[in-house]
């Protein structure tokens, strides 16, 4: 057989493999800029701009990690939990950028309740399924857990300062809002402290307890590609760029398209936008429980969820003080607070004795289907 007509078969195999199934959207890229221009209904530049989001974020997630193979174990986790939500951050600088503040915060909340509830219980139905049990590390889960808790204290605390002091909190259909220089000072050292905290975070996953954190298995579990450190570099590139471009046309639609669909931007950015930017991480994990991975799971969904809350929330912070119309507090609204509080405490109780089973990931998906319901109403 021709060596083109094995890379053929290669390719399309690959495509239509659980692994290679996102970049079956990539015409829906080309599809979002050209709606865009032709000044289309807003509704359907957003639609194929959120479906075009998740092949960009896919090939990002493969680039990281095969730059992250060339690179030895300790750079390569550092690399793969950095860019493990960079579409995530790229769409958040675009809504900073247009001033929808109050959006972002839905994001980041969306994605933390994402990673906690549909991720975590979608893993553990999809691996329990035929399986009495799944074990995983407790003592991972169990230090990942304790990073939520901290982040939810600091994100607690500056909507507490706001309500003493007579502020209140933004309401749901807020875009932005000025909380005034003390609330800023304030999310500002909130936002250090939380970096600290993941920097420490780095040190105990990726050098003092590396052999908890990573499993025999998580370095095999991607065979790749062979792509050489100039490729992996070349593709990451090009992925952010593509990010960068269906975000702007992504972002710069939802305002009217959430209004033409009858869905409040809060809905839209803690359920639609959430989703779409971790999509490709999101199947990962489920992929992997699947195949009683589920150490390798639940890093994943936990895991993403505290870089969430200890890394690109504190970013956004500091960036919005050079991007945007005003500096973004960590304010945020009765909704997001008490869903993500619920998150953290159901996610934290259900991995501490080390094990899962699919009743369990029903629980998760049914706290993740209340809350979205009460957000569809808000």
Not at 314 to 339: K, Q, T, Y
């Amino acid at each position: 057989m021709p060596a083109q007509e094995q890379r053929r078969r290669g390719a399309v195999g690959f495509l239509l493999s659980a692994q290679g199934w996102p970049y079956l959207l990539t015409p829906f890229i080309v599809s979002a800029v050209a709606l865009e221009l032709a000044h289309a209904a807003p509704t359907l530049v957003f639609a194929c701009a959120a479906l075009g989001i998740i092949p960009t974020a896919a090939l990002m997630g493969l680039a990281t990690e095969e730059l992250a193979a060339r690179s030895g174990p300790g750079i390569g986790g550092f690399l793969n939990v950095t860019f493990g939500n960079a579409a995530e951050l790229i769409i958040a600088v675009f809504l900073l950028a247009e001033g929808l503040q109050e959006v972002v915060k839905a994001s980041i909340v969306g994605s933390i309740l994402g990673n906690l509830l549909l991720v975590l219980g979608l893993s553990m139905v999809v691996g329990g399924v035929g399986r009495a049990r799944q074990v995983f590390n407790r003592t991972a889960a169990n230090a990942q857990a304790t990073m939520l808790f901290l982040a939810v204290a600091a994100l607690i605390m500056p909507a507490i300062y706001a309500l003493v002091t007579g502020g209140g909190l933004p309401s749901v259909d807020s875009e932005l809002v000025d909380f005034g220089s003390d609330l800023e000072e304030l999310s500002i050292g909130v936002a250090v402290i939380l970096g600290i905290s993941y920097l420490a975070g780095l040190v105990f996953s990726l050098r003092t307890h590396r052999d908890v954190f990573n499993p025999p298995y998580a370095e095999q579990e991607h065979e790749g590609f062979g792509w050489s450190v100039r490729r992996s570099i070349v593709m990451l590139a090009i992925a952010g760029a593509a990010v960068a471009l269906v975000s702007e046309v992504l972002v710069g639609s939802i305002s009217e398209a959430s209004e033409s669909i009858g869905l409040s931007e809060f809905f839209v950015g803690i359920i639609v936008v959430a989703v779409v930017g971790n999509a490709a991480e999101h199947w990962v994990a489920v992929l992997v429980a699947r195949k009683d991975k589920m150490d390798l799971a639940v890093n994943i969904a936990v895991g993403s969820a505290a870089q969430i809350a200890l890394f690109v929330a504190p970013i956004l912070v500091l960036l919005s003080f050079a991007i945007g119309p005003d500096p973004m507090a960590l304010v945020f609204n009765g909704f997001e607070l008490g869903a993500v509080l619920v998150a953290v405490l159901i996610a934290a109780y259900v991995t501490q004795e080390g094990e899962s089973n699919w009743f369990e990931g029903v629980q998760l998906l049914a706290v993740y289907a209340v809350l979205a319901l009460a957000f569809l109403y808000a």
